[in-house]
C-alpha cells in the first residue's frame, strides 16, 4: 500500500521526541511502563536506554532516528492491522517502521505478553 508523498514527509520530519511521551502515556495508563516501552525500541531498532534518551533529547526525526537504528531481522514478523492499514503491505521502508513501533505499542498496551509482542518463542 502506497502512501501519500505529503503524509511520508511529515512522518519523517516528526520528532521521535514529541512521540515518544505519547507512547509513555498511553502505556502507563493501561499498566505498562517506560522501561517495557524502552525495551520494545530497543528490540526493533538496536537502541539502548541511553540512545533512546539522547534521540528523545535531540528531537530526532522519525527518518533520521530509523535510518541510525539496525532493524531487527525479525521484525517483518511484525503483522495485523494499524491504523486501518495492515504493516505488512506497507511499500514505504520508513512509514513500515514506524508503524511497526506503533503496532508493538498497541500490543503492549492491550496487556500482551512481551514475549509474544518481541515475538520470541518461550
Known amino acids: 500500500m502506497a502512501t501519500a508523498p505529503a503524509t511520508l514527509e511529515r512522518v519523517a520530519r516528526m520528532s521521535f521526541g514529541q512521540v515518544y511521551p505519547l507512547y509513555i502515556a498511553k502505556l502507563e495508563r493501561k499498566g505498562r511502563t517506560t522501561a517495557e516501552l524502552d525495551e520494545v525500541i530497543t528490540w526493533l531498532t538496536g537502541f539502548d536506554s541511553a540512545a533512546i534518551a539522547q534521540h528523545v533529547a535531540d528531537q530526532t526525526p522519525f527518518a533520521d532516528f530509523f535510518a541510525q537504528s ?53
Do not use: F
Request: charged share 30%; with cysteine; glycine share 6%.
Open 70 to 122: 539496525h532493524l531487527n531481522a525479525n521484525a517483518s514478523l511484525i503483522t495485523g492491522v494499524i491504523c486501518g492499514v495492515r504493516v505488512e503491505e506497507i511499500e514505504e521502508p520508513l512509514m513500515q517502521r514506524v508503524r511497526y513501533l506503533d503496532k508493538l505499542v498497541d500490543e503492549l498496551a492491550k496487556g500482551r505478553p512481551m514475549q509474544k509482542v518481541l515475538r520470541t518463542s518461550a
